[in-house]
């Protein structure tokens, strides 16, 4: 009996959950045996996880972009350096992210991401700030992306 015979069918999808290197190296596999459907088929679902995994990070980055920009309006007394500089380094990762990655457009981001992203944002802020929740407030695309905040700011 040959090997093709005794081929289990890949897990794709649990695969490329897992470990994208792996999944790489089964879907080489897969070509090197001359099995493209397989092969397609693990790169498909690979492209998924790259994806979905960039998504995260992007929502992750505007999360605690948001996250510290409310923290900002809401507690004035006592921002830091600490602060700018996490809005700063989150502001520069989602930059590099939509640089990589074209799809992530203004649009993109503000209608699939924006409100779910301010929902954690507040959540996570009111923790930092232990308080059982804050007021809701908006954000707008220049609030999150334009306006400067230097310490010397203390009338926002």
């Known amino acids: 009996m040959g090997d093709k ?3 289990v ?13 792996d999944t790489a190296v089964a879907i ?3 070509l090197q045996e001359g099995n493209m459907a397989e092969a397609t088929q693990g ?3 690979l492209i998924e996880a790259l994806s979905r995994s960039d998504e995260r990070e992007l929502r992750s980055y505007l999360i605690r972009l948001m996250q510290h920009i409310i923290k900002w309006r809401v507690q ?4 830091t350096p600490s602060w700018v500089a996490s809005i700063e380094h989150a502001r520069g990762e989602i930059a590099e992210l939509r640089q990589d990655h074209p799809r992530f457009t203004r649009r993109m981001i503000k209608e699939r991401m924006w409100q779910r992203c301010l929902r954690s944002a507040h959540r996570e802020a ?4 232990n308080r059982e929740r804050i007021a809701e407030m908006t954000l707008s695309w220049d609030e999150v992306f334009e306006t400067v ?3 010397e700011q203390r009338d926002c």
Do not use: C, F, K, N
């Not at 069918?9 to 290197?21: K, R």
């Open 5 to 7: 015979a005794q081929q």
């Open 9 to 21: 069918p890949v897990d794709w999808e649990g695969l490329a959950l897992t470990s994208h290197y």
């Open 28 to 30: 080489r596999d897969a």
């Open 43 to 45: 790169l498909e679902e």
């Open 76 to 79: 004035p007394e006592r921002r």
């Open 126 to 129: 009111a923790i930092d700030m």
């Open 149 to 151: 905040y230097t310490l």
